[in-house]
């Protein structure tokens, strides 16, 4: 008994021990907090895009197709710090998501197999045809969004079956000048891929051109350190403003499809985990 009222007694002290027995708790609870809140916006958002398709006769289940629109809807509008109101949230279908066959993983080696269902019956003619002057030049039917040159050289080489005849442009500035990039888009183009700096210079500059564009394959698979195209942050910063510019007035207009090609990671994600690794 007098060993517990001098522990009691002690503690009283040193407040300092009581505040170190509550720290984690206070951060577990702030974390939990975070957790909490990120749901209800993403429960929110899913609502919104549901209520979007009230003209609908029946209510379907939420497809990958729609698990996919909210996250990158998500991504959207916390990474530039604005809320899409309904008007445009009605404009935005769940057909402009690619959703990808589940009986391929989603690696370079099924690249090919993935974009020629993603473009249907017309994939001969939008991925491989060579025929100049049926296109305009520098319009490529496919473009991909990578975070690195390394990563687009990588992705390329899965489409190598069908780029023999009409090659893949290179859209990156490591060691590539941009005035390479502006000779090649010149000629017809079918795919391109690159980074989002050098894509959006090149569009700036009327080089390349997306009258012809039919989709964007996002490329959100982590680098050796974690880090995505959504998630590292010069990049995220840069694939942000190219999307806003010209692919967003454009998915509106349902002229354009998106596919989410890796795991879905968002930086509250990446952040939580970098902290439970401490």
Known sequence: MGSLTAENHSNSKNPKIKQKRLGPKRAKTKLKSKKKKRDKNEAELIQNIQSSHENNEEAYPASAAKRQLCFFLDQFQSANGVQLSSLELESIKDTSIVELSQDATQDVQNLGKHMKAAFGLSWKEALCGKQEGKVDPGCPALLIVSSSALRSIELLRGFRSLTK??????????????????????????????????????????????????????????????????????????????????????????????????????????????????
């Not at 190219?242 to 890796?262: D, T």
Request: glycine residues 6%; aromatic residues 8%; hydrophobic residues 40%.
């Open 165 to 278: 005849d009409c090659h893949a442009v290179k859209l990156f500035s490591k060691h590539m000048k941009v005035e390479e990039q502006v000779s090649l888009l010149k000629n017809r183009v079918n795919i391109a891929c690159g980074t989002p700096s050098r894509i959006k210079k090149l569009i700036d500059i009327e080089a390349l051109s997306l009258s012809r564009l039919a989709v964007i394959m996002l490329d959100l698979h982590p680098d050796v350190k974690g880090y995505s195209l959504f998630t590292l942050p010069q990049v995220r910063d840069e694939f942000w403003d190219l999307y806003k510019c010209y692919f967003h007035p454009r998915l509106l207009q349902g002229n354009l499809r998106i596919c989410l090609y890796g795991p879905l990671q968002s930086v509250t994600e990446l952040k939580g985990r970098k902290r439970g690794s401490f």
